[in-house]
């Protein structure tokens, strides 16, 4: 159980465009998800907070014109990097919160997205 | 943005050895959970710890959450190969948002 995927796994796009990213909760049902970034040997930093229904909420410094997030669903929410340069380039993570286990502060994680910029 | 301090930063040791780390803040935290992430792979959730005091196992893993909040522990008992990897702390401490910071990363690699 509590199952989180990502696509695509690695995508890499040419500096200007626009990518998309979706993260699914496969066997439950998540009102708050969230998106990290990590870049190579280093932690995990909080980008937003997506909930159901609502406007994410952005972490201090992060962009929310450029990483644009949108959770349409209980069990979907997509971060789109528009206009991409080549210092996104990076390693998206998200995770997700079970709605139905109450205030449980455990998340659970997707298997990233590697970005590459060129 | 705020991290926890990770202790120590990345260890070798033998299999079958223990291993223990640590994550401490300069804040009250009101949860604390262990993650272990493999390369290029999401973190993946090892113990999580709601009570000041609490000690919680997971099979050879046992965790504790420091009495002052401020501080969490994670023992590795008998250490094998595939428990090469980095260990993530992370921690909440503002009701209702669910927002966790994460610690800096302790890197672990079992020599066969």
Known sequence: GAVVSQHPSWVICKSGTSVKIECRSLDFQATTMFWYRQFPKQSLMLMATSNEGSKATYEQGVEKDKFLINHASLTLSTLTVTSAHPEDSSFYICSARDFHRGNTYEQYFGPGTRLTVT | ?112
Not at chain 2, 36 to 65: C, W
Not at chain 2, 67 to 78: C, G, M
């Open chain 2, 1 to 112: 943005g705020q991290q926890l301090n990770q202790s120590p930063q990345s260890m070798f040791i033998q299999e079958g050895e223990d291993v223990s780390m640590n994550c401490t803040s300069s804040s009250i935290f009101n949860t604390w959970l262990w993650y272990k992430q493999d390369p290029g792979e999401g973190p993946v959730l090892l113990i999580a710890l709601y009570k000041a005091g609490e000690l919680t196992s997971n099979g050879r893993l046992t965790a504790q959450f420091g009495i002052t909040r401020k501080d969490s522990f994670l023992n590795i008992s008998a250490s094998i190969p595939s428990d090469v990897g980095i260990y993530f702390c992370a921690g909440t401490y503002t009701s209702g948002t669910y927002k966790y910071i994460f610690g800096t990363g302790t890197r672990l690699k079992v020599l066969a």
